[in-house]
């Protein structure tokens, strides 16, 4: 496996894709983290309401749990999670072997147009940052 690489070029133009992918199609919030929780960059409205340190861990967890409920079920692992509320759902998606990708968004954007443009996102950030199919 090879290491994660963040450069300040290579966040930048991590966010102006995430920006220009989901962000300007209506999603609310979209966070890049890492396997452990630590956010690696956030993008979208900044919400007061919204602990973005507690929800990054929170879904590192949550990805990790789900990883071994995959394996007790004979899968090697589930490339992604959704969460449907009243008001706004989460998608979680990884990206690489290091990244999760987490996109909060309101009923105002449909869930496949945030799968659709996650998918060509997840494979632009995994190259950006080194994470390629190893």
Do not use: W, Y
Request: net charge negative.
């Amino acid at each position: 496996m090879a290491d994660l690489v963040l450069t300040g070029p290579a966040l930048e133009k991590a966010r102006s894709q995430i920006n220009e992918a989901l962000i300007e199609a209506g999603v609310h919030t979209v966070l890049l983290i890492d396997q452990a929780g630590n956010v690696v960059a956030s993008c979208g409205k900044s919400r007061k309401d919204l602990d973005i340190t507690s929800l990054a861990a929170l879904a590192a967890a949550n990805f990790g749990a789900t990883s071994q409920m995959a394996k007790l079920i004979g899968e090697d692992d589930f490339s992604l999670l959704f969460h449907k509320g009243k008001r706004d759902s989460i998608h979680f998606a990884k990206v690489g072997n290091d990244l999760i990708l987490v996109t909060i968004f309101g009923d105002e954007v449909s869930l496949g147009l945030v799968r659709l443009r996650v998918a060509e996102l997840t494979s632009s950030i995994e190259k950006i940052f080194g994470q390629g199919n190893e």
